[in-house]
């Protein structure tokens, strides 16, 4: 199959729009990461989902959805008052509410679960897709299985060439993380993915929210994931990656260090660092993740496809505190690195 790579135009979008109502799949932009969507109503359009990613059957995905009306049939029963008040502040935007589910959607959607997971994206492309499609999205991240979501049209082509039709680039992604996910079937809402939505932003508007203990550490044995995705190693460069945390000049030190000695034993060192660290680690190869968390959120995935490409097999982290985005952060660059994190001696 050819794919095509267009700019985002309303011919375009047209174009986009009828592929997804023939059962095909589009690559398209979103404010967190590029999406991988089919008509999530049309239960073998989405299978195509799962076979293109190598996805896991039993991971389930988002439906996309570009007004507030298009809600109501996707879920059983009304949104409650803290899902309202969500979705009055957040929506559009980068959060995703989990609801019982209508029969409307396809278990292939939800993996076999009771609950559907919605969001309705801040993206202008986004949005004029969905109403292209007149019917709501099915979307993961635009990535193949286990690789890091793609923030670029350009990451997904590195992806998906040859298995999908189109993709529509709309630019870099102003978030660059994925959505948060909140569960909202229980008696608070319980965040099961951080992003770019805060705990601190959810609290304040519903009142309270729980954070799922899984977000911050490996699942145990045994143990059943409330969010199937969060079982799966994601993000993961090829090269061990290893998170330094604690004082600034006790990381720098300890990162030197450890590069120092894979490079000793021929092993091929990179550092990721923020912007403003750089010039301490002198002539060691050393990439930028910005200037601050919110930076981290934008560069983090691009730079692990750039460790990938430079060919690093040692990789080498600073942190960063793990509230506001910064959770959502650590929990990203926690999982690529199978939460190897280090502690940094003063
Ligand atoms: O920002 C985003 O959310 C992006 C863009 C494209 O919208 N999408 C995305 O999708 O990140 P994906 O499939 O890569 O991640 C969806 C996550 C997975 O961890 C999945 O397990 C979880 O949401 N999820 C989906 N439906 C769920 C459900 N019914 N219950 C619990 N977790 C669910
Ligand atoms: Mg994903």
Same mark, same amino acid.
């Given at each position: 199959?050819?794919?095509?790579?267009?700019?985002?135009?309303?011919?375009?979008?047209?174009?986009?729009?009828?592929?997804?109502?023939?059962?095909?799949?589009?690559?398209?932009?979103?404010?967190?990461?590029?999406?991988?969507?089919?008509?999530?109503?049309?239960?073998?359009?989405?299978?195509?989902?799962?076979?293109?990613?190598?996805?896991?059957?039993?991971?389930?995905?988002?439906?996309?959805?570009?007004?507030?009306?298009?809600?109501?049939?996707?879920?059983?029963?009304?949104?409650?008052?803290?899902?309202?008040?969500?979705?009055?502040?957040?929506?559009?935007?980068?959060?995703?509410?989990?609801?019982?589910?209508?029969?409307?959607?396809?278990?292939?959607?939800?993996?076999?679960?009771?609950?559907?997971?919605?969001?309705?994206?801040?993206?202008?492309?986004?949005?004029?897709?969905?109403?292209?499609?007149?019917?709501?999205?099915?979307?993961?991240?635009?990535?193949?299985?286990?690789?890091?979501?793609?923030?670029?049209?350009?990451?997904?082509?590195?992806?998906?060439?040859?298995?999908?039709?189109?993709?529509?680039?709309?630019?870099?992604?102003?978030?660059?993380?994925?959505?948060?996910?909140?569960?909202?079937?229980?008696?608070?809402?319980?965040?099961?993915?951080?992003?770019?939505?805060?705990?601190?932003? $959810?609290?304040?508007?519903?009142?309270?929210?729980?954070?799922?203990?899984?977000?911050?550490?490996?699942?145990?044995?045994?143990?059943?994931?409330?969010?199937?995705?969060?079982?799966?190693?994601?993000?993961?460069?090829?090269?061990?990656?290893? $998170?330094?945390?604690?004082?600034?000049?006790?990381?720098?030190?300890?990162?030197?260090?450890?590069?120092?000695?894979?490079?000793?034993?021929?092993?091929?060192?990179?550092?990721?660092?923020?912007?403003?660290?750089?010039?301490?680690?002198?002539?060691?190869?050393?990439?930028?993740?910005?200037?601050?968390?919110?930076?981290?959120?934008?560069?983090?995935?691009?730079?692990?496809?750039?460790?990938?490409?430079?060919?690093?097999?040692?990789?080498?982290?600073?942190?960063?505190?793990?509230?506001?985005?910064?959770?959502?952060?650590?929990?990203?660059?926690?999982?690529?690195?199978?939460?190897? $994190?280090?502690?940094?001696?003063?």
């Amino acid at each position: 199959m050819q794919t095509e790579l267009l700019s985002v135009t309303p011919e375009a979008i047209q174009r986009a729009g009828e592929l997804i109502r023939q059962g095909q799949l589009v690559g398209f932009p979103t404010e967190t990461v590029y999406g991988l969507g089919a008509n999530a109503l049309d239960a073998d359009a989405v299978k195509r989902i799962f076979e293109a990613k190598g996805r896991p059957g039993d991971n389930p995905l988002i439906v996309h959805i570009s007004r507030i009306d298009q809600l109501a049939p996707l879920i059983s029963g009304e949104p409650s008052p803290a899902a309202k008040a969500l979705m009055d502040a957040w929506w559009p935007g980068p959060m995703t509410l989990i609801f019982p589910k209508s029969d409307v959607v396809p278990m292939d959607v939800t993996a076999g679960l009771s609950t559907v997971a919605v969001r309705f994206p801040a993206h202008p492309a986004a949005q004029a897709l969905i109403d292209a499609a007149q019917r709501p999205i099915a979307a993961p991240s635009a990535n193949r299985s286990g690789r890091p979501s793609p923030t670029t049209a350009a990451h997904v082509m590195e992806d998906m060439d040859g298995r999908i039709p189109l993709i529509l680039d709309g630019g870099a992604c102003e978030v660059g993380l994925e959505s948060t996910v909140i569960d909202m079937t229980g008696s608070e809402p319980r965040i099961l993915r951080p992003g770019g939505v805060t705990p601190e932003m $959810i609290a304040q508007v519903a009142g309270s929210a729980g954070v799922d203990p899984a977000v911050m550490r490996p699942l145990k044995e045994g143990e059943v994931a409330r969010s199937p995705g969060m079982k799966y190693r994601h993000y993961a460069p090829t090269g061990a990656l290893t $998170i330094v945390k604690g004082a600034d000049g006790a990381v720098i030190r300890k990162i030197c260090d450890l590069y120092d000695a894979a490079l000793e034993v021929g092993n091929r060192p990179l550092i990721l660092a923020l912007e403003g660290h750089l010039p301490a680690y002198g002539d060691r190869k050393a990439l930028s993740l910005g200037a601050d968390a919110a930076g981290m959120a934008h560069a983090l995935f691009a730079r692990l496809r750039d460790a990938d490409e430079i060919g690093a097999d040692a990789l080498f982290s600073e942190a960063v505190a793990a509230d506001g985005v910064g959770l959502a952060v650590m929990n990203r660059l926690g999982r690529a690195a199978a939460f190897h $994190i280090v502690e940094a001696d003063e």
